[in-house]
């Protein structure tokens, strides 16, 4: 596998890794109180766009971490709008 890949999928992880704290906490307290919905909001959208243009460039490490990122930090948005 190629260096630049390993880098990438490296990357990836630590990229969705850090939204599952968030996730799990929203799953277990449903408190949303201390999240900004307009932080969370230019996330989902910044996620969907780096969705897009890895669906266009065909850049798997990109798709994967930008789509798993959006649907986390969609929940986690609908949650606060929600509560």
Do not use: H
Not at 5 to 16: E, H, K
Not at 17 to 34: H, M, N, R, Y
Not at 47 to 56: E, R, T, V
Not at 63 to 76: P, Q, V, Y
């Amino acid at each position: 596998m190629d260096t630049t890949l390993i880098v990438g999928y490296l990357a990836s992880a630590c990229s969705v890794t850090s939204f599952v704290p968030q996730v799990w906490k929203v799953l277990k307290t449903g408190d949303t109180a201390a999240i900004s919905a307009r932080m969370y909001t230019l996330t989902v959208v910044g996620f969907a766009l780096w969705s897009a243009f890895g669906i266009l460039k065909q850049e798997w490490p990109i798709i994967l971490t930008n789509s798993i990122c959006f649907f986390l930090s969609g929940f986690i948005l609908i949650k606060k709008l929600w509560t």
